[in-house]
């Protein structure tokens, strides 16, 4: 099994860019494809990004996903800050155990 | 369109039963894998078990194996997750998703139920 480390919290302001990042601790990154969920409060997870850098229809081109195989981590981009985009982010990817794991989640602020 | 409708909210006690339900549309429902997760108060997601509809074969997690029991009728399109006797830490929302089998990842999710064990 591995863990996925996700930073706790970020915070930036409306229109500039912030880049989450999320660690596999054992095994590499691109043995499975990284997947990354938005939760805004009260609400359930939904996909802004899946397959490492692929968007669902309807997801805004300002999130992008890459995967950096020299610090086995996978990141979620979002550029042009809106408010709108305050929520939790959660990455997750899965284990040949199968076993789906998840991130411990960070809150974006947008202030 | 693809949608994911979970039962609604429960109040229960330490010690009593309970099955949620999480009904699909909009696709074939014996084709696709539903998985359950948690979600305990302030906290993250945690992967709990998938079934296949086609067959019920069900995988747990080692951390909820023997806690609890996912179940389907696929006749009506609707998976289950029971608790034989809850505790108070089950008092979480959980929600209800579609597994894309491909590559392994959840869509879409249900809107949750949220459980709450009190005494």
């Known amino acids: 099994n591995f863990l996925l480390t996700q930073p706790h919290s970020v915070s930036e302001s409306p229109g500039k860019t912030v880049t989450i990042s999320c660690t596999r601790s054992?095994?590499?990154?691109?043995?499975?494809?990284v997947q990354w969920y938005q939760q805004r409060p009260g609400s359930s997870p939904t996909t802004v990004i899946y397959?490492?850098?692929?968007?669902p229809s309807g997801v805004p081109d300002r999130f992008s996903g890459s995967i950096d195989y020299s610090s086995n981590s996978a990141s979620l981009t979002i550029s042009g800050l809106k408010t709108e985009d305050e929520a939790d982010y959660y990455c997750?990817?899965?284990?040949?155990?199968?076993?789906?794991?998840f991130g411990g989640g960070t809150k974006l602020t947008v202030l | 369109e693809v949608q994911l409708v979970q039962s609604g909210a429960e109040v229960k006690k330490p010690g009593e039963s309970l099955k949620i339900s999480c009904k699909g549309s909009?696709?074939?429902?014996?084709?696709?894998?539903i998985g359950w997760v948690r979600q305990m108060p302030g906290k993250g997601l945690e992967w709990m078990g998938i079934i296949y509809p086609g067959d019920s074969d069900t995988r747990y997690s080692p951390s909820f194996q023997g806690q609890v029991t996912i179940s389907v009728d696929k006749s009506i399109s609707t998976a289950y997750l029971q608790w034989s006797s809850l505790k108070a830490s089950d008092t979480a929302m959980y929600y209800c998703a579609r597994v894309v089998t491909t590559t392994n990842w959840f869509d879409p999710w249900g809107q949750g139920t949220l459980v709450t064990v009190s005494s």
């Open positions: 909009g696709y074939r429902f014996s084709n696709h894998w």
């Open positions: 997750q990817s899965y284990d040949s155990s199968n076993l789906w794991v």
């Open positions: 397959e490492d850098n692929h968007r």
């Open positions: 054992s095994g590499s990154i691109a043995s499975n494809y």
